[in-house]
């Protein structure tokens, strides 16, 4: 079965840089969600869109925006990268009719050097 | 706001133990609860959950039963195997918003021969 795919796997970026990444859903699914995993940390909920439209914002800073498309795939932009920034960020995918649960990508590993 | 506190450990067991990893819960509503697991270098998997007071979730020789009266969500296991090393994390969503997932801060099992 088709799984939520995320791209790249791995990114090494330098302070001040930006950083795109990449989700696409699995098919017929509604809505996505961004998470950031810290090193040793629990997910922390960034962002969410719902048929193209932002629905939930959590700890998201201000240098980071995020936009779902028309074919449902998503991206998360982040500018002026620092330090902190590195860690796994995990895209997850869900239905609302009928519901499902959500499905995590493999996640992207951000290294900000 | 939601909140889950959940063991940290980490915690080594030597295979056919008996696994107990407690999880509760702070929510205003009623979620539905879920254990996801996290094997090394991996992305998030769903290994159960349940939407109701008293539902038990099961999956892999893991259970976990909702308690509303004691907001909890322990996750067991009759005699663990080598191969379910990971960290373990204990979550909720609220049902009537976003649904995004809150996640305790995850415990790491180690599970040797």
């Known amino acids: 079965a088709a799984g939520v795919i995320q791209s790249p796997r791995h990114l090494i970026k330098e302070k001040r840089e930006t950083a795109t990444l990449k989700c696409y859903p699995i098919?017929?699914?509604?809505?996505v969600y961004w998470y950031q995993q810290g090193p040793g940390q629990d997910p922390q909920f960034l962002i969410s869109?719902?048929?193209?439209?932002?629905?939930d914002k959590g700890s998201i800073p201000d240098r980071f925006s995020a936009q779902q498309f028309s074919d449902y795939h998503s991206e998360l932009n982040m500018s002026s990268l620092e330090l902190g920034d590195s860690a796994l960020y995990f895209c997850?995918?869900?239905?609302?009719?009928?519901?499902?649960?959500?499905?995590f990508g493999q996640g992207t590993r951000l290294t900000v050097v | 706001g939601d909140s889950v506190t959940q063991m940290e450990g980490p915690v080594t067991l030597s295979e056919e133990a008996f696994l107990t990893i407690n999880c509760t819960y702070t929510?205003?509503?009623?979620?539905?609860l879920f254990w996801y697991v996290q094997y090394p270098g991996e992305g998030l998997q769903l290994l159960l959950k349940?939407?109701?007071?008293?539902d038990k979730g099961s999956n892999k020789g893991f259970e976990a039963t909702y308690r509303k009266e004691t907001t909890s969500f322990h996750l067991e296991k009759g005699s663990v195997q080598v191969s379910d090393s990971a960290v373990y994390f204990c979550?909720?969503?609220?049902?009537?918003?976003?649904?995004?997932?809150?996640f305790g801060k995850g415990m790491k099992l180690t599970v040797n021969p």
């Open positions: 997850a995918s869900s239905r609302r009719q009928p519901k499902t649960e959500a499905f």
């Open positions: 098919p017929r699914h509604d809505t």
């Open positions: 869109f719902y048929e193209k439209m932002q629905s």
């Open positions: 929510a205003t509503g009623y979620p539905s």
């Open positions: 349940a939407t109701k007071a008293d």
């Open positions: 979550a909720l969503s609220d049902k009537g918003g976003s649904e995004k997932l809150v």
